[in-house]
Structure formats: C-alpha cells, structure tokens
C-alpha cells in the first residue's frame, strides 16, 4: 500500500527565506506527483505536476523535484513571502483511475 | 468556465439523517473524485469515476454511495448520517489523458450531531 509522509509537518520562516519542503512515497510505481496549496478554510490549488518521465517542474518562484528511484520529492519555494503561508500538500498519481494518496502536509508561516 | 463546483458549501445533520452532496464540473472531464479531509488524517478517498455511469470504492466508501449519471456531475450520498462523518468533502476532476493533474473543488463542510 503506497504510503506518503511530508517532513517537516509544520515550518516557520522570516520573509526572504528560500526553503524546501520534503515529500517521501514507498512505492516507486507512480504515474505521477503532484503539488497542491490549500488556504484556512479552502481547497486545494494546484502547484505543480510532475509526470513519472520527468525530473523537474518549475513555475515562477517554485521548483519541484521527483526522484523515483528513491521515492523523494522537494518543492523547493524561493524568496518566501508571508502570502506563501498555507499548508502544502504533495500526492502521488497511483492505479487504475489514476487516484492520488496524499500526504499529511506542511503548515508554512512565512513572517514579515 | 466555473470549474469544479460543490454543493451545499455547509451543512448540519442530525444522526439518521441522509443528504446527497453535488459536485458539477464543466471541464468535460473523464475522472470524478470524492474525498473527506479529517484532521490529522490527510485527504482520503471515498469513492472515485473513471467515466459516466462508472464507481469505484476508494479508501474509506463504507456509510457513502455516489452515482455518475452524467459525465459532468458526481453525487455523493449518505444514508444515515453518523458523527464519524462529520468532515470536510472535497470534489475533485481530471481529464482523460493519461498524466494529467486533478483540479478541487472549494469543499463541504459537513456536521453531524
């Protein structure tokens, strides 16, 4: 059963920071890896997507990384501001239905 | 192009009590999601589509039923409300192609006394 874990679990920052979030998975037979942020009280937006093909997505200030092989991913935020706060949550595309398992997320308070 | 959609965005029930929740999407998307997101827990999947008039089980379907009658709108049932399903339910879609990214609804939040 694939199993997904994010460390750390929560993060504080002061504003300016680059910093990485880490996302692990146990089984390497993934269709794909997605990164999502989600608000207080919203849904999720989505990040980015990496295909099981790829080793890098980026858009804007955020870069994310997938190793298979070693069942990592990072999402990697530059020059953090405080509207970056949110939790971030990584999910990897499995099966038939292509349906996702989600990690427990990081809580990120990117301060002034 | 409004999305993903969910209806109601609130709801209180008593023990007993059955709902449907709507989830619509105009993306004219293949694959149709539901999950609950408790805390501690994560997001988990309840019951998912891969197409119109298709269901499967996901994670936890037990106390839940869905139903796919048109390619855009996936409903979520339940029965006889209890407590332990007093969560957050989340839509979500994607399209047909293989690789593709999922796109979320705003939630519901559910309370059952």
């Known amino acids: 059963k694939q199993e997904v874990t994010q460390i750390p679990a929560a993060l504080s920052v002061p504003e300016g920071e680059n910093l990485v979030l880490n996302c692990s998975f146990t089984d390497s037979a993934i269709y794909n890896l997605q990164w999502f942020r989600q608000d207080p009280g919203k849904g999720l937006t989505s990040l980015l997507l990496i295909q099981s093909s790829q080793r890098e997505q980026t858009s804007g200030r955020l870069n994310a990384s997938l190793d298979k092989s070693s069942g990592r991913s990072t999402l990697y935020i530059a020059a953090s501001q405080p509207g970056d706060s949110a939790t971030y949550l990584c999910?990897?595309?499995?099966?038939?239905?292509?349906?996702?398992?989600f990690g427990p997320g990081t809580r990120l308070s990117v301060l002034p | 192009n409004a999305g993903v959609t969910q209806t109601p965005k609130f709801r209180v029930l008593k023990t007993g009590q059955s709902m449907t929740l709507l989830c619509a999407q105009d993306?004219?998307?293949?694959?149709m999601y539901w999950y609950r997101q408790d805390p501690g827990m994560g997001l988990r999947l309840i019951h998912y589509s891969v197409g119109e008039g298709t269901t499967a089980k996901g994670e936890v379907p037990d106390g839940y039923n869905v139903s796919r009658l048109k390619k855009q709108n996936f409903l979520l049932g339940l029965e006889s409300a209890a407590p332990s399903q007093t969560s957050v339910y989340f839509c979500?879609?994607?399209?047909?192609?293989?690789?593709?990214?999922?796109?979320f609804g705003p939630g519901t939040r559910l309370t059952v006394l």
């Open positions: 993306m004219n998307h293949e694959y």
């Open positions: 999910a990897v595309g499995v099966g038939y239905g292509q349906n996702f398992v």
């Open positions: 979500a879609s994607m399209g047909p192609v293989l690789y593709n990214e999922q796109f």
